[in-house]
């Protein structure tokens, strides 16, 4: 993983992962530096990745306060329970539908959970976090948040974008990206991610964008896009995604054409 520290507030945990056929999606977990330490989204689980490892050489894990959720996405949800248990103060800050599908695998305990709906907020020592529903989402139980002493907006899934190459995934500033191909990719991931925006009405869809451009956000982190400032951009990337190209997934035949290039293994 990656570490980029801007400023501060925020230190993002930067992983990715290749997607067969399409590219590098960037994986990002973030610390926020608050009086009352907050770890937002916890990386993915796989045998390779040590997500408390990786936070404990930014903080030590005994001190982190809140582990903010976006959503029980798996890419977010690695290193949840290692946390809980390395920060016994700590506790999740989730929706009620949150705790609904973690408890289908792994139940939280009910007293290590704070629940947080779009509209909310919690106070977290020198700064309070401001729930929100981004105007993209995979999952009925995402939040993103403002925080509103610096006013970061941490997104969740709502921007993203398949990278070309792992270099590109791992950049420290969305900047640091080819521009001319940044809109195509993050259409790409809003059909891939979030399917249903083919069913919006294209002009409520602009409304939910101009309602995160006027809360102004000084950075927008996202759990698939490297960190950026230019929010206007990001914006005017998505406006006409509802009636973007829907995204079809390779079938069975395209799989089997994939397996065919492979060399067998010799003995
Ligand atoms: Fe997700
Ligand atoms: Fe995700």
Redesign the pocket.
């Known amino acids: 993983m990656n570490i980029h520290r801007l400023g501060n507030d925020v230190t993002v945990l930067n992983d990715q992962f290749e997607i067969p056929a399409l590219g590098h999606l960037p ?1 990002n977990a973030f610390v926020l530096h608050a009086e009352q330490p907050v770890v937002v ?1 916890t990386g993915v689980g796989t045998p390779d990745r040590d997500f408390l490892s990786t936070l404990s050489s930014v903080i030590d894990p005994a001190d982190v306060k809140w582990i903010y959720l ?2 029980p ?1 798996r ?2 949800t690695g290193g949840l329970y290692d946390l809980l248990e390395a920060a016994p103060e700590a506790r999740v800050i989730t929706t009620f539908l949150g705790v609904g599908i973690l408890s289908c695998e792994n139940p939280l305990p009910m007293d290590r959970v704070y629940l947080l709906n779009p509209g909310q907020r919690i106070d977290v020592g020198d700064r309070s976090l401001a729930a929100f529903r981004p105007p993209l989402f ?1 999952s009925p139980a995402t939040t993103g948040f403002f925080d509103t002493r610096t006013g970061v907006c941490f997104s ?2 709502c921007f ?1 974008a398949v990278m070309e190459s792992p270099d590109h995934a791992a950049v420290s500033d969305l900047a640091h990206m080819p521009q001319a191909e940044l809109k195509g990719r993050q259409q790409l991931w809003a059909t891939v ?1 979030s399917p249903w925006v083919h069913n919006v009405d294209p002009k409520r869809f602009a409304g939910a964008l101009s309602e995160l451009l006027r809360s102004d956000p000084t950075l927008v982190l996202s ?2 896009l490297p960190p950026t400032r230019s929010v206007t951009t990001l914006l005017d990337n998505l406006v006409d995604v509802p009636l973007a190209d829907p995204f079809v997934g390779p079938d069975q035949a395209a799989l089997e054409a994939m397996l065919a290039e492979f060399e067998p293994i010799s003995a």
């Open positions: 994986i989204d976006t959503h996405d890419d977010h995979d969740s899934d993203g991610d759990s698939h």
